[in-house]
């Protein structure tokens, strides 16, 4: 066999002028992304956003395309102790799974703050959200800060960039301080096949 573990291919097509454009995403099924750890949190860090998830406000979660943010995302939900607090997610979660996660079903018709209103009152301590994208989502989330717990992502390749989006959106410093508990990035670094990979002597102008 060429491969000795099963791989799962992901095809999405969007149409351009001269045809269609592939996106083709490759994922190795025997390999778990899916916990703080899983992802190469450190303690330290996963105990400073175990305690940043533990009241309510606004945890967004950023990155470049590709890199990796929505698997962040999750990482950063299932860091969440769900038996202590009653999780909702309000979004699609995909071929993903989280255990002891309510999944809340949104009026036909429902704005994103009704929906929100509705999860509060069957006494939700945090909301897994669809990604921020609009001024009238982030505002609706940040007017519910004091009373839950939202968790999302956000467009920016990095934290400047996604803290400049949430002021243009809210307008409101005041607002975005008091609300805001973190913004989560993450870069990917470059790992070297353990099966086929060889030392070698650099060349010196490359250090």
């Not at 006494?123 to 609009?134: G, H, Q, R, S, W």
Request: net charge neutral; glycine share 8%.
């Amino acid at each position: 066999m060429l491969f000795r573990s099963p791989f799962l291919l992901g095809i999405n097509s969007v149409p351009v002028p001269d045809g269609e454009r592939l996106l083709v995403r490759v994922t190795d099924q025997k390999l778990k992304l899916e916990t703080p750890a899983d992802i190469g949190m450190s303690e330290e860090t996963r105990v400073k956003l175990r305690d940043l998830c533990g009241g309510p406000g606004v945890v967004l979660v950023c990155g470049a395309t590709g890199s990796g943010t929505t698997t962040t995302l999750f990482a950063v939900v299932r860091n969440v102790d769900a038996y202590i607090f009653n999780v909702f997610t309000l979004g699609d979660l995909g071929a993903r799974k989280l255990n002891h996660v309510t999944a809340f079903e949104a009026n036909a018709g429902d704005d994103f703050a009704t929906t929100l209103t509705r999860a509060i009152r069957k006494e939700a301590n945090v909301l897994l959200c669809d990604p921020m994208k609009t001024a009238e989502t982030a505002k609706a989330a940040f007017s519910k800060s004091e009373e839950v717990l939202v968790l999302a992502e956000i467009p920016g390749k990095d934290t400047p960039s996604a803290l400049l989006q949430l002021i243009a959106w809210l307008g409101n410093p005041q607002l975005l301080g008091s609300g805001l508990r973190a913004i989560v990035t993450q870069k990917l670094i470059r790992l070297l096949c353990p099966d086929c990979r060889q030392t070698y002597r650099a060349k010196p102008e490359f250090l």
